[in-house]
């Protein structure tokens, strides 16, 4: 039988203790995952790291950097710490929001949909989704400007297709930034690794993994570029 190992590691130490400081003090559900929310978007870049899905909680804050996929794994553990029930949503994307952070000639070489993730949050025994944490919000406001200049709804990691974008704390609300650009449901998870054992992930394996990987170092520079009002 083979053990698959818990990507949101909410019992490793650093997870722990990173909970417990980002919730001390807080009485409510709504305080503590509102500083929860802060952190993941905030002190955790949006950017693509070297290990690509595949990263525990705990390597997450280590790294400083993520996205959709491994904010969603640390945002998850760090609401399991301190028992907020808390699940992964998981889809596909339309690739298209990463226009002005890919470079464009690679497009074509792209499937159409890649894969994306957001957390889900049990309050008063209802489920609401989030998604507004993973751009930090510095990120966030030059992306939108660039957005906007470009008369796109999609595109530098944001999505308007449906109208609406934020990059806010809006629990129970409908303002997201990469909802609207969500071509298929996946279904909820308890961990993401679940679903990367599962055939509903498209795993990048050989070849496609390494041009994938070089093209993320590409666009890494391109999201600097961006944050600093470089580009």
């Given at each position: ?18 909970a417990e400081e980002l919730t001390s003090g807080k009485q409510s559900q709504l ?62 994307i339309d690739l298209q929001i990463m226009y002005g952070i890919f470079p464009s ?34 990120f966030y406001k030059k992306a939108l400007e660039k957005l906007k200049a470009s ?81």
């Open positions: 039988m083979i053990t698959i190992q818990r990507l949101s590691d909410f019992d490793n130490p650093v997870i722990q203790k990173k305080e503590k995952l509102q500083s929860i929310f802060y952190f993941v978007r905030d002190e955790i870049k949006f950017g693509f790291p070297p290990k690509w899905d595949e990263m525990k909680a705990s390597e997450v804050i280590s790294c400083g950097l993520g996205y959709c996929n491994t904010k969603a794994t640390l945002f998850h553990a760090l609401c399991q710490a301190v028992q907020i029930p808390s699940r992964i949503h998981f889809a596909s000639i690679i497009f074509p070489l792209l499937p159409k949909a890649g894969g994306h993730s957001w957390v889900e949050v049990n309050s008063d025994g209802k489920w609401y989704s989030i998604d507004s944490y993973i751009n930090d919000k510095n008369d796109r709804n999609i595109g530098y990691s944001i999505s308007f297709i449906d109208g609406k974008s934020s990059c806010e704390f809006n629990f129970g609300d409908k303002g997201f930034v990469h909802m609207g650009a969500v071509v298929e449901d996946h279904d909820t998870w308890e961990d993401a690794s679940d679903y990367f054992a599962s055939d509903k992930y498209l795993k990048l394996e050989g070849f496609r993994k390494k041009f994938f990987l070089a093209i993320t170092k590409i666009a890494n520079r391109n999201i600097e570029r961006i944050r600093t009002n470089l580009s």
